[in-house]
């Protein structure tokens, strides 16, 4: 009986491993892309500001700023640069 037990127990440590990929399987290269590069990036240098824009909306005016950060890393080790946007309004000039 005991010996039974054992032989179960190897095997269902076995079947697990066999499931979770153990035995030789490929692995998937990520593959990082962004629908919009205006919005996020990957890799690469610090993308360059751009200068404050002004927008004139009729009745008041907007200064949008957008800034370039760096939000952490890829598993590969790639960086992810992620663009904030700042508005203020002001008045119009």
């Not at 399987?25 to 360059?48: D, F, K, Q, V």
């Not at 200064?63 to 952490?72: H, I, S, Y």
Request: with cysteine.
């Amino acid at each position: 009986m005991n010996k039974m037990c054992t032989f179960f127990v190897y095997a269902a440590i076995a079947a697990a491993l066999a499931g979770c990929g153990a035995f030789g399987t490929t692995t998937i290269n990520p593959n990082y892309t962004s629908a919009n590069p205006e919005l996020m990036r990957i890799g690469g240098e610090t993308p360059g500001n751009k200068e404050p824009e002004h927008l004139n909306l009729g009745s008041y005016c907007l200064q949008v700023t957008d800034k370039w950060k760096a939000d952490g890393k890829t598993p590969d080790g790639q960086m992810i640069w992620t663009k904030d946007s700042f508005r203020k309004v002001t008045p119009c000039r």
